[in-house]
């Protein structure tokens, strides 16, 4: 499953340097996947309200070349695996055709008091995968 | 009630003209409250689990002079009034003898479902202005 | 002069609160600026590169009611005035036709080593007000 | 090389689980690896000064706990390896004796015009690796 959001670089988002800081990047990768799940007809607002949490348990970003203020960038957001309590994404962000950074992230599934858990059938409008976890 | 505490500019709270973007500055602000709390010996954090929350409702900022990457600046806060259900701050920003933004603050005394509730006494280790509100 | 953005609040904007923090809503603010101007033709990011810089003097907000995470809130900006060095601009943030949150700022043109500077006539596509600064 | 400091954990840094949001702590890293430069006698303001900028261009978290609002921790921060353009730190941020996070970053060293140069002898108080880069 994939999908892609489209970014205006704020203002706020760019350091000294004149480029985004580096730690906007995982921000936005967050939005992909809200976006991603939304295409699915389904929200992390509403799992949240339901008890079923997605904490971040692994980051990691690699920076080919900065984005700037104001540029409209395109981050494409992949699904890459759903196991039994963990989920991996993987990310592209673009402008125009050039390849400006990529990353990916580890999901755990918790319950509200911070507890591993077995993600629910179809949570992310996916099946998760046989040898998953 | 007075208080003070010092502050290493952060590189991602500063900006492309290089320097702090004016929204940091409100943050600080916050760490300003929650030190003055911290000197009487009670904090947010134990107000908070205790059900009691305190939302900014009106916040002013006048900027004079920016600060800059790695500047070590220093925020003087002044808890100017307690009411029955809100509280005004004030608070400068110094680097050296240099007064470089000033600001001031209404926070409302909430309850967990968001309703205005009475501040308990004490709970800013100061009691509320008689005709406080 | 008058606009309308939308933005899907963010994660990572809100608060233990389960609301946006109050500092996310003047990064708003600054998304509307940044807007209100590219509908006239020009951007904020030629003006810098022209050596033309708006740096933020004044900021008041007012806090009615908060926004929450995955909300698609309405950010309507003003240009209120243009004067000789300083320009205004009032701000209402809405969920639908709820009022959350007001907000102005005033704002000073300078040069690249932070003096004020005459802002030139049409730079935000529209006269200075006469009697304006 | 190796430094620590004690970060007081921001209540804007956390996030509606009421911990800190995953993006918050390599801030952090970049206030470790400030403060262990400047342990050395030189600091990143001075370097930027001299036209010598230090780009992320890799980094990686993993999450094993979170931190909270108010909470006290240390983040250790470790210089592994000073290459001919890159330069690798390592990173714990504990809470008392647990240990909540640990990163890495990769940083290049950049001319103005972000093009890769060679960081001068001595840039980070320690000589470059015979083999690194």
């Given at each position: 499953?994939?999908?892609?959001?489209?970014?205006?670089?704020?203002?706020?988002?760019?350091?000294?340097?004149?480029?985004?800081?580096?730690?906007?990047?995982?921000?936005?990768?967050e939005?992909?996947?809200?976006?991603?799940?939304?295409?699915?007809?389904?929200?992390?607002?509403?799992?949240?309200?339901?008890?079923?949490?997605?904490?971040?348990?692994?980051?990691?970003?690699?920076?080919?070349?900065?984005?700037?203020?104001?540029?409209?960038?395109?981050l494409?957001?992949?699904?890459?695996?759903?196991?039994?309590?963990?989920?991996?994404?993987?990310?592209?962000?673009?402008r125009?055709d050039?390849?400006?950074?990529?990353?990916?992230?580890?999901?755990?599934?918790?319950?509200?008091?911070?507890?591993?858990?077995?993600?629910?059938?179809?949570?992310?409008?996916?099946?998760?995968?046989?040898?998953?976890?």
């Amino acid at each position: 499953m994939q999908g892609s959001i489209d970014i205006r670089v704020r203002y706020c988002e760019c350091d000294p340097m004149g480029v985004v800081h580096h730690t906007a990047y995982p921000v936005w990768f967050e939005m992909g996947r809200t976006e991603l799940l939304r295409s699915t007809g389904r929200t992390y607002r509403d799992m949240e309200a339901a008890g079923l949490l997605l904490a971040v348990v692994k980051l990691e970003v690699t920076y080919r070349a900065p984005a700037r203020y104001d540029d409209l960038v395109t981050l494409r957001t992949t699904l890459e695996r759903v196991g039994a309590v963990k989920i991996q994404h993987s990310y592209e962000l673009f402008r125009g055709d050039d390849l400006l950074v990529t990353g990916s992230t580890v999901l755990a599934c918790l319950d509200r008091d911070g507890r591993a858990r077995a993600l629910p059938d179809g949570a992310l409008g996916t099946a998760p995968s046989a040898s998953g976890g």
